[in-house]
């Protein structure tokens, strides 16, 4: 297979279901937020995490690309016929899980936090940003439009890389700077 299929050259492409948008369309919009998302998450792992942050993105890489599928697939068949296009209640608790075990071990927030700190750190909060920008272009697509369960995982991802964000400067032992 080729990765050049010359679909393209006149700006449309396809979602499942075999309809062609152009590349413009919202939906493609919230695809390529979730794919430079995923992206950044690549750059963060590229800093050298510890071992258990490392694996709890490469969770998340893998299910942005859940999330990626399903804003693909307006008629919502995807997840039905390929099981790791599937996202559940049980990512989304896995995310809650991770941090509430992270936030444990963190100082309680008393101010907004200034983005920054280590590099890991302020990638994380950068990561945290385009996240939240992502969540912005699905819910433009129209909560009707989009599968709940989509909503409820890039909400509460922006939270974790937050909190992962914290949690690696404090490890680090690079202050918080607080507004």
């Given at each position: ?40 998450l ?13 694996e ?47 936030e ?11 983005p ?21 272009r ?31 400067n ?10």
């Amino acid at each position: 297979m080729k990765i050049y299929t010359r679909t393209g050259d006149r700006g449309e492409t396809g979602l499942f279901g075999g309809t062609r948008v152009v590349k413009s369309h919202g939906r493609v919009d919230a695809c390529g937020e979730i794919d430079e998302l995923n992206a950044w998450l690549g750059l963060v792992r590229a800093s050298r995490l510890d071992p258990d942050l490392d694996e709890t993105l490469d969770t998340i890489q893998r299910d942005l690309l859940a999330v990626g599928a399903l804003l693909a697939d307006p008629g919502r068949k995807i997840a039905a016929r390929v099981e790791k296009a599937a996202l559940t209640t049980d990512d989304v608790a896995n995310l809650e899980q991770t941090i509430d075990r992270l936030e444990a071990s963190l100082p309680a927030l008393r101010r907004f936090l200034l983005p920054g700190g280590s590099q890991s750190g302020a990638l994380l909060h950068l990561a945290r940003a385009v996240c939240r920008r992502a969540e912005r272009r699905v819910v433009s697509l129209g909560i009707a439009d989009v599968d709940p369960i989509v909503l409820t995982y890039v909400n509460r991802l922006s939270d974790l890389l937050f909190v992962m964000a914290r949690t690696v400067n404090q490890r680090l032992g690079v202050q918080e700077h607080e507004w």
